[in-house]
């Protein structure tokens, strides 16, 4: 009685780690062929180009803030 008692355990769990497998699959496989993937990748890429621009023009004002604030002692 103990032994089939664990094969039925075992086949039961091992029944449902393959739906889940299969499930997992079928999401995975859902959101591939949907490209969204891609698309994340695409924005991704867009927020660092956008935040190295960003960070190019706060840099490139600080330097015009400072060059304008200059006082000339050659006068």
Known sequence: MEGSALIAILVTL???ALGWLVLVLIVR???D???T???LDLLT???RMLRRELRERDI???DNE???HQV???V
Do not use: F
């Open 14 to 16: 091992l029944t449902s």
């Open 29 to 31: 496989r859902g959101i």
């Open 33 to 35: 062929s949907s490209g």
């Open 37 to 39: 993937s891609r698309k």
């Open 45 to 47: 890429d867009e927020i």
């Open 60 to 62: 490139r004002g600080r």
């Open 66 to 68: 400072v060059k304008g």
């Open 72 to 74: 000339d002692h050659s």
